[in-house]
């Protein structure tokens, strides 16, 4: 799941970041409807039935994470984008406790508070100024935004309960989060940037189809089926391992002081927020 940060820093460049979002998502479409034409087919009564559930998982995890990593790459780095799209576990826990009444203990609170002060610090930089004044990165606003829609999307993907398997209701989410994305690709073309289909464009939006698209969402959902959204949400968190390694390799960047204090507070939140209430 990580490269896809490095399509929201490297393929941006080449591609404009809706327009890769919306490509990307009906790409995974293309690939997938194939396979499993047959039993959205057979199971047509149901797609009625669960359309709006449909449309609503595809714009949030399609449109909403998948668009705004890309614009926020224009503006932040790599690091960063990896460090603050690890308080997506700490936004599934709180919708988790408000929607469907999921419990919380006090060490799950201090971790709540700890992880999303450290993801502020990496956000506002170290500088208390820039928190008070308001002056964050456009960027790192929009992973927020990322990590939020992420945090909706998998909370809602399994307590959604579906009459399509994993694959088909995947096809179907791609396809929906697709159509979600088009408006916003339309007026993209006309009012700001215009696509060049080009090589450049062909390798950045199978590699955002397949890597992160395919193989990562669908590995999240098994995950997920198997030990819930708190759990398998926790693995974002590794984001912040990778996002580093790929930054310093691929883009030159510098961990700097402040985002050490900040990723060691949002790990210990993650410790507290995770340990079994006595």
Partial sequence: MATNLIIARGGVEY??????AFWRWFTVFI??????????LRNKKFLRKECYKLFFLGSM???????????????????????????SPIFIIFLSI????DKISFSR?????LSIVGV?????????????????????????GAAIGWAIYSIF???WKSKFNIMSRFTLIAFFG????????????IFFLKTNFNSHFVFWVLFGAISPGIIAFTLYTKVQKYVGASLAGFALYLYAVYSAFYGILFFDEELKFFHYIGAALVFLGVYLARKIKT
């Fill in 15 to 20: 591609v404009p970041p809706i327009s890769l």
């Fill in 31 to 40: 690939i997938l409807i194939p396979f499993f034409f047959e039993d959205i």
């Fill in 61 to 87: 995890g399609c449109g909403i994470c998948g668009a705004f990593p890309f614009i926020a790459g224009v503006s932040t780095t790599v690091t960063n984008m990896g460090i603050i799209y690890t308080s």
């Fill in 98 to 101: 408000l929607l469907f009444n």
């Fill in 109 to 113: 609170f201090l971790g709540l508070i």
């Fill in 120 to 144: 502020l610090v990496i956000v506002c930089k170290g500088n208390i100024n820039l928190l008070i004044d308001f002056k964050f990165t456009s960027g790192d606003l929009w992973m927020i």
């Fill in 157 to 159: 993907l399994i307590n």
């Fill in 178 to 189: 697709a159509i979600s994305l088009f408006p916003f690709y339309i007026a993209e073309e």
